[in-house]
């Protein structure tokens, strides 16, 4: 690859939203390197302004159509803490359950639909289904078992209903969560044949060190509770001082915001987690994360899918564990009484994607006065970016232009990103 190129990738596809890609070389020199955001504002934030506090979280799910449960979760989280609610044992555990339903959706549908056509020379997920069609029905099989998994405890797939502040306006049926643990427990040889088929797979070889920022937990692998936690200098921040870590900035190609903490960018996400909790991870897991060859500390962003498998078996194990335990003392409770307060507070819960941070204040009628959404995408989008300035002049040379657009994009789609919802073409211009 020499002389002068420009190469514009205008829609990323397999992705949720809209971004594009923009790289310059001129003379073999990279000239420019650009992840581009170009998503509209959302206004969630000022949406709330004024709501009473029980209606925060519910509308705020609506964020996000694939992390709607994380949203809710979070912002429960967020009130409960400004108006001093404290939750049930019990409603602890059906929001874990309820936050890995959320995981088991969304890895199965990146992995099988979004990354996998990738490594088998396919543009999308259709072809797949005649070059590879036991894979593609166990990816829908799986995929439907996790959707049920979310509206058994949540009251349907989407924004689910029955989460309240402190408690659950409605608790799951015992016959109900049995049939998703039988169902759960027969998935797992389909999980196997999954990692069986990733571990043959050729990954990009890129290695780059960065700051990797996740919840941590000393007794679980963090995925609802946690301080945040940097892999740079063990340092543990609560999650009321989320500003911190997260250190938002904006840039002129970007309308999501960027975030740094101890270097120019980190990543959050699969691989930031299992990178930072391994040892928290089920023994199952573990396993699977050796079979797919993964070393932690693992610095090579393309294993983030990988990753993302790992967490699907150990959130599956983990799932049938929690659910003996309810099944076992499941007990009914009404959520109780929300008295009006003023208050601030903030909270996170590790979405698909990364960790998530949500922070309400309220006046002393409940209502809300502040609110501010830190996303996973919106701290991960710096790190990409970087990780493409660092792979580009590896590239060159070596790969023909076509060859390094597809690895860009791959790299992109590696972190799943969650921008909106938009499925469009590769475009790629050589000048």
């Known amino acids: ?216 937990h000393p007794d679980e692998y963090a995925l609802y509770d946690g301080t945040i936690h940097s892999s740079d200098t063990g340092e543990q921040v609560a999650v009321a001082d989320y500003r911190q870590a997260t250190n938002e900035f904006t840039i002129a190609h970007s309308t999501a915001k960027w975030a740094r903490w101890h270097r120019d960018s980190y990543m959050v996400g699969a691989l930031a987690r299992i990178n930072n909790n391994f040892a928290q991870l089920r023994p199952e897991a573990q396993e699977v994360a050796m079979q797919l060859g993964i070393k932690v500390p693992s610095y090579n962003p393309y294993q983030n899918n990988l990753a993302q498998l790992v967490e699907l078996v150990h959130c599956t194990h983990n799932s049938l564990a929690m659910l003996d335990e309810v099944l076992d003392g499941n007990s009914e409770s009404a959520p109780p009484a929300v008295r009006a307060a003023a208050g601030c507070g903030a909270g996170a819960v590790e979405v698909p994607r990364g960790v998530l941070f949500h922070e309400y204040g309220f006046d002393d009628d409940g209502c809300c006065i502040s609110a501010d959404a830190v996303i996973p995408t919106s701290q991960n989008v710096n790190n990409i970016e970087k990780d493409m300035h660092a792979f580009v002049p590896q590239l060159l040379g070596k790969v023909e232009e076509g060859e390094l657009a597809h690895t860009m994009e791959m790299l992109v789609r590696a972190y799943d990103p969650c921008i909106s919802c938009s499925v469009h073409l590769l475009e790629v211009e050589f000048v």
């Not at 650009?34 to 705020?60: C, H, I, W, Y």
């Not at 996790?146 to 209903?161: E, K």
């Open 1 to 216: 690859m020499s002389g002068t190129h420009r190469i514009h990738i205008e829609h990323v596809t397999r992705v949720e939203g809209h971004g594009s890609i923009r790289i310059n070389t001129r003379a073999g020199v990279v000239e420019e390197v650009k992840l581009e955001v170009v998503e509209a504002n959302r206004f969630f934030e000022s949406v709330v302004l004024g709501m009473p506090a029980q209606d925060v979280a519910q509308t705020v799910s609506r964020i996000c159509g694939i992390c709607c449960v994380g949203h809710q979760l979070a912002a429960l989280k967020a009130v409960e803490a400004a108006l001093g609610i404290v939750p049930s044992t019990q409603t602890i555990l059906l929001r874990k359950l309820l936050n890995e339903s959320q995981f088991l959706q969304s890895h199965s549908l990146h992995l099988y639909f979004l990354a996998v056509p990738d490594f088998v020379g396919t543009k999308s997920v259709l072809p797949l289904a005649s070059s590879h069609p036991e894979l593609v029905r166990r990816a829908l099989k799986l995929k439907k078992l996790a959707n049920d998994f979310t509206a058994v405890i949540g009251g349907r797939t989407l924004h689910p209903m029955t989460p309240a502040l402190g408690g659950f306006r409605k608790w799951p049926a015992q016959d109900a969560l049995a049939a998703i643990r039988r169902r759960l427990a027969e998935s797992l040889p389909e999980v196997q044949t999954m990692v069986e088929f990733m571990s043959d797979l050729k990954l990009p070889e890129l290695e780059r060190e960065t700051e990797y920022v996740s919840l941590k």
